[in-house]
C-alpha cells in the first residue's frame, strides 16, 4: 500500500485516471449490454445474485456500476469502487 500523494503522482495512475473519467462522462442512461448481461448470468449461476443477504463487492465497478445495481435489485448488499469518482 502507498499514501495517497504517491499514487497521484505516479504517472500510470495518472493517465489511468484521466482516460476513465473521460470515459465514464460519455454515458448518458443506464442499460444493460449483452456481455453485461453475459456476466450477471454468470454471478446469478455462482448463487451470488439469487437471495436476499448476499455480499458482493465489486473493485474497478466502472461507470455503469451495473453490478452493485442488480445485486441491490434482488436484495443483495452491495458495494462498488472504482479509480475514477465518475464511475
Given at each position: ?6 499514487l497521484e503522482a505516479h504517472p500510470q495512475y495518472q493517465g489511468q485516471h484521466r482516460y476513465f473519467d473521460a470515459e465514464f462522462a460519455r454515458y448518458g442512461h ?58
Open positions: 500500500m502507498v499514501d495517497e500523494e504517491t443506464y442499460r444493460l449490454e449483452p456481455w453485461r448481461v453475459s456476466y450477471l448470468e454468470r454471478l446469478r449461476a455462482a448463487g451470488l445474485l439469487e437471495s436476499r443477504g448476499n455480499y458482493l463487492l465489486d473493485i474497478g465497478v466502472g461507470g455503469t456500476g451495473y453490478t452493485v445495481i442488480e445485486a441491490a435489485r434482488v436484495g443483495a448488499y452491495a458495494v462498488g469502487c472504482d479509480l475514477s469518482l465518475g464511475g
